[in-house]
């Protein structure tokens, strides 16, 4: 637990914004999630042709200058549109803020591999004559560019920086910020992960190397996790920011308050590139249930990291049965099957697509399960339609990724 | 190109650039960039896309020669007119 539970330590998501495949805020990703609205597409890209993708449609112009645009990434952009939404959202005004004590902590599955792909294209046109090469590269490649371009755009003059985190970038975003509020280093935290990754053929590429990118005759049913015919990935781009604060302060502005984050956990494989490691996964979630104080059975969601690969969702089941038991009171869902694999967004996304339930007792289903795979058998799976529940208290959030590793966030229903 | 059509040229790659800019005003004698938004990456956007359009180089010690719009157009005709 926490060491203390007094008002100043308990942080709190007071904001959220984002951009998804399927909506361009909470509200509309959430109606897309209950409505079974899939955001995938086919998308022509370079050296690969078509693949399968979720693109986001929102308006870059809302904050960004064309200049800014053009010189700045799509990942910048991303986090941009989802850092000022999310300010919008918690009724902030940037102006009455104390800028030096905003941070911004954005995961990251990778960066750069967009810009170095189309700065490598640029001089192959040139006979890969390097005077060609951008000075634009650098300041773009940066890791820090997502979260400095949102400093940039904002006028925030506190901490900025990306965690890199494969996969479980969008809840280690969280997780930091909610520690550095803790630490007193900042007082508002704008936390959460971006992901730009359909602009990189080489991300499709390595997939499908893999033996691991999804394909189907219809986009939409592509991602399908735990279906017996799942074969791989959807990559997704798009992003995810909270504001969050301490209680204190969320409590003294009379915030309209999402949820409280009351436990969390990051940990290792330390055993492979690519396969996880079901007995870390069980630790992780352990570790995270502890940390809040609460049990197995006090958890009402679990939002399942499940990508649709084969070894990754097995191993996820088998772990989620070990911890919550083979038939778990807890009512299970996937995210990535509406929207495909946002990587670095991917864990905060999930986190939020699921918020909206402490108050419309809707669990958003797992859609495109035709057929269970018998090696993950997982009791009370919400499939294909949204599922009424009498409570939801706690939700617990998944996400994991390559290199090992494993994070969890849970998150309780606000009371005072 | 004409002196016309270089500056014409200018312009657009200017416009470009700074695409929230209004040039449509924009003084031949004045340094550019008193004039509009144009900080040094956004000059060395010009000098790249002089390179890649046409192939030509500018030297870093001819910069200043590209300070203005008439300074552009007089530095740029003798390696243009043949385009």
């Given at each position: 637990m926490f060491p203390s539970k007094s008002d100043g330590t308990r942080v709190v998501i007071t904001g959220v914004g984002l951009t998804a495949p399927n909506g361009n805020n909470l509200p509309?990703?959430?109606?897309?999630?209950?409505?079974?609205?899939?955001?995938?597409?086919?998308?022509?890209?370079?050296?690969?042709?078509?693949?399968?993708?979720?693109?986001?449609?929102?308006?870059?112009?809302?904050?960004?200058?064309?200049?800014?645009?053009?010189?700045?990434?799509?990942?910048?952009?991303?986090?941009?549109y989802c850092a000022q939404e999310a300010i919008a959202d918690a009724r902030l005004d940037l102006a009455c803020l104390d800028k030096s004590r905003i941070g911004v902590y954005l995961g990251i599955t990778e960066?750069?591999?967009?810009?170095?792909?189309?700065?490598?294209?640029?001089?192959?046109?040139?006979?890969?004559?390097?005077?060609?090469?951008?000075?634009?590269?650098?300041?773009?490649?940066?890791?820090?560019?997502?979260?400095?371009?949102?400093?940039?755009?904002?006028?925030?003059?506190?901490p900025h920086y990306t965690l890199g985190a494969a996969c479980a970038g969008g809840n280690i975003g969280l997780i930091h910020g909610l520690q550095m509020l803790l630490l007193n280093e900042v007082?508002?935290?704008?936390?959460g992960g971006v992901s730009e990754s359909t602009?990189?053929?080489?991300?499709?590429?390595?997939?499908?190397?893999?033996?691991?990118?999804a394909s189907h005759p219809d986009p939409q049913k592509a991602c399908r996790p735990f279906d017996r015919d799942r074969n791989g990935v959807v990559v997704s781009e798009g992003g995810c920011v909270f504001v969050l604060e301490r209680l204190s302060d969320a409590i003294k502005r009379v915030a309209k308050i999402y949820g409280e984050v009351v436990g969390y956990a990051i940990s290792s494989d330390a055993s492979d590139f690519i396969f996880p490691d079901r007995e870390r996964q069980v630790q992780c979630m352990r570790l995270a249930l502890n940390k809040a104080g609460i049990s197995p059975e006090d958890i009402d969601i679990i939002s399942t990291h499940g990508t649709g690969t084969v070894e990754g969702d097995i191993v996820e089941c088998q772990a989620i049965s070990e911890v919550f038991g083979a038939h778990p009171r807890a009512y299970i869902n996937n995210t990535k099957s509406f929207i495909g694999h946002a990587m670095g967004a991917a864990g905060a996304l999930e986190l939020a697509g699921n918020l909206p339930s402490f108050e419309d007792l809707l669990v958003h289903p797992t859609i495109n399960l035709d057929h269970l795979d018998p090696r993950c058998p997982l009791d009370n799976l919400v499939v294909n339609e949204p599922k009424k529940i009498d409570n939801v208290n706690y939700i617990l959030n998944n996400s994991f990724g390559m290199l090992g590793i494993n994070s969890v966030v849970i998150v309780k229903r606000f009371e005072e | 190109m004409t002196k016309e059509q270089i500056k014409n040229t200018i312009l657009e790659i200017i416009a470009q650039i700074?695409?929230?800019?209004?040039?449509?005003?924009?003084?031949?004698?004045?340094?550019?960039?008193?004039?509009v938004e144009l900080d040094s990456m956004d000059f060395l956007d010009i000098i790249m896309e002089l390179r890649k359009r046409y192939g030509i180089e500018v030297p870093e010690s001819d910069y200043v020669q590209l300070a203005t719009l008439d300074g552009s157009v007089a530095y740029l005709e003798p390696r243009m007119k043949k385009l």
């Open positions: 509309d990703f959430r109606r897309s999630l209950l409505a079974g609205k899939s955001g995938i597409q086919k998308l022509n890209i370079r050296y690969m042709g078509e693949v399968l993708a979720g693109l986001c449609n929102f308006d870059q112009l809302k904050y960004q200058k064309k200049k800014e645009l053009r010189r700045g990434t799509r990942a910048g952009s991303i986090a941009i960066h750069g591999t967009v810009e170095t792909e189309n700065e490598v294209y640029t001089i192959k046109q040139f006979d890969y004559d390097v005077k060609y090469w951008s000075h634009h590269h650098n300041p773009r490649v940066v890791a820090n560019n997502p979260a400095g371009e949102v400093t940039l755009n904002m006028g925030i003059t506190g007082d508002l935290a704008l936390a602009g990189s053929f080489g991300i499709f590429a390595g997939f499908k190397s893999e033996g691991a990118l | 700074i695409p929230d800019e209004d040039l449509s005003n924009l003084k031949g004698n004045i340094p550019i960039r008193e004039q």
